[in-house]
């Protein structure tokens, strides 16, 4: 009697709808509060109406992150309820058929046709649904659209990373807020995305120099347009 040795694995990729929204999330928190804090103070904008600026940025960028979240992952959703049910028609008028759409993509994957053809019956006697939804939709519990998680995730991740630059401009003194603010910000992104990369089992140098890298860039640019625009002004 053949017996079967099972062992457990953890795997990430169950982390990929909450640790992408969450890493968009603070990650956008950081760069566009720090930039518009920047850019605000560069313009030599009075202390008060920096941090004004920088609130109503983190309060707006909140919503709209959450905002768009929901919408973009709920398009995601209606898109795979919308395949899933027309799989579903097609099941319900040639069940037999289905059998060997499902085994064709065994068979395409190294499985020899007769195995693929009582693999397909038996995961198809099961939940026939589920079977193609996974092997011919790519659709998984693991991997399916969530859109309230991924807009609270944004929401709170973009809050909690806005709140870091914002924190600054009441720390650091105005004279050397610019230099302060875009130093402290970068360092919060190279923890971002070494945080992030850790997460998810992805190399930490590359992720922690792709997060700073676009994220000074973006402070740069903003510092530059609030220069012209207060020395216009």
Same mark, same amino acid.
């Not at 089992?201 to 207060?230: D, E, Q």
């Given at each position: 009697?053949?017996?079967?040795?099972?062992?457990?694995?953890?795997?990430?990729?169950?982390?990929?709808?909450?640790?992408?929204?969450?890493?968009?999330?603070?990650?956008?928190?950081?760069?566009?509060?720090?930039?518009?804090?920047?850019?605000?103070?560069? /313009? @030599?904008?009075?202390?008060?109406?920096?941090?004004? *600026? $920088? !609130? %109503?940025?983190?309060? =707006?960028?909140? +919503?709209?992150?959450?905002?768009?979240?929901?919408?973009?992952?709920?398009?995601?959703?209606?898109?795979?309820?919308?395949?899933?049910?027309?799989?579903?028609?097609?099941?319900?008028?040639?069940?037999?058929?289905?059998?060997?759409?499902?085994?064709?993509?065994?068979?395409?994957?190294?499985?020899?046709?007769?195995?693929?053809?009582?693999?397909?019956?038996?995961?198809?006697?099961?939940?026939?649904?589920?079977?193609?939804?996974?092997?011919?939709?790519?659709?998984?519990?693991?991997?399916?659209?969530?859109?309230?998680? /991924? @807009?609270?995730?944004?929401?709170?991740?973009?809050? *909690? $990373? !806005? %709140?870091?630059?914002? =924190?600054?401009? +009441?720390?650091?003194?105005?004279?050397?807020?610019?230099?302060?603010?875009?130093?402290?910000?970068?360092?919060?992104?190279?923890?971002?995305?070494?945080?992030?990369?850790?997460?998810?089992?992805?190399?930490?140098?590359?992720?922690?120099?792709?997060?700073?890298?676009?994220?000074?860039?973006?402070?740069?640019?903003?510092?530059?347009?609030?220069?012209?625009?207060?020395?216009?002004?």
């Amino acid at each position: 009697m053949t017996r079967l040795h099972l062992h457990s694995e953890r795997h990430l990729v169950s982390r990929i709808g909450w640790l992408r929204a969450a890493v968009l999330g603070a990650n956008d928190g950081i760069v566009s509060t720090a930039s518009l804090i920047i850019g605000v103070a560069a /313009a @030599a904008a009075k202390p008060g109406d920096i941090l004004i *600026a $920088g !609130a %109503a940025g983190l309060v =707006a960028g909140a +919503m709209s992150m959450a905002a768009g979240e929901y919408v973009s992952v709920s398009s995601q959703s209606d898109t795979e309820r919308a395949e899933l049910a027309r799989e579903h028609a097609e099941l319900a008028a040639d069940p037999e058929g289905e059998v060997h759409e499902l085994a064709g993509f065994y068979v395409n994957r190294g499985v020899d046709p007769a195995t693929a053809e009582s693999v397909a019956r038996q995961l198809m006697t099961k939940d026939a649904l589920a079977a193609h939804a996974h092997d011919e939709l790519g659709i998984s519990e693991m991997t399916t659209a969530r859109p309230i998680q /991924a @807009a609270l995730t944004s929401a709170a991740t973009f809050t *909690a $990373g !806005a %709140a870091l630059p914002l =924190a600054i401009v +009441m720390l650091a003194p105005v004279s050397r807020l610019v230099i302060i603010e875009a130093t402290a910000s970068l360092l919060f992104l190279a923890l971002l995305g070494a945080v992030g990369a850790r997460v998810g089992g992805a190399p930490v140098w590359k992720a922690t120099a792709r997060v700073t890298f676009w994220g000074a860039l973006a402070m740069a640019l903003t510092a530059g347009i609030g220069m012209l625009v207060g020395q216009a002004v």
